[in-house]
């Protein structure tokens, strides 16, 4: 695709992972980019978003714990997962927004038809 995510892994509960976006066709032209999850055999569930503006969304199950940036200049969106929950175990995807849509976690969550583009995702395992 045309977004790249990395910085999965494997960690305890309570540990903390930070995830990063960047790519090839990563464009400071698009006004929302988000995060969103799929755990196996789970629907898509939105994680965050983020504004060109710097306002963000939040899922409840991960308000607190979570913080999503994006750096304009090297073209990178970052997701800092702290306090991590066996829950939490899912691949992440980071993705943009359609320009049309509103910036929120249900629309980052949609899928292809609301996105713009997104990655292939990365891994994040958290053990009991």
């Known amino acids: 695709g045309q977004l790249e995510e990395s910085g999965g892994g494997s960690v305890p509960a309570g540990g903390s992972l930070t995830l990063s976006c960047a790519g090839s066709?990563?464009?400071?032209?698009?006004?929302?980019m988000g995060w969103y999850r799929q755990g196996e055999g789970q629907e898509r569930e939105g994680v965050a978003t983020?504004?060109?503006?710097?306002?963000?969304t939040y899922a409840d199950f991960v308000q607190g714990r979570f913080n999503i940036s994006q750096d304009n200049a090297q073209k990178i969106l970052f997701l800092q997962m702290n306090s991590l929950k066996v829950e939490d175990t899912a691949t992440y995807y980071c993705?943009?927004?359609?320009?049309?849509?509103?910036?929120?976690?249900?629309?980052?969550?949609?899928?292809?038809?609301?996105?713009?583009?997104w990655g292939q995702g990365t891994q994040v395992i958290v053990s009991s």
């Open positions: 066709g990563y464009s400071l032209g698009w006004s929302c």
């Open positions: 983020i504004r060109k503006d710097g306002s963000t």
């Open positions: 993705a943009a927004v359609r320009p049309w849509n509103a910036c929120n976690v249900n629309v980052v969550s949609e899928g292809p038809k609301t996105l713009d583009a």
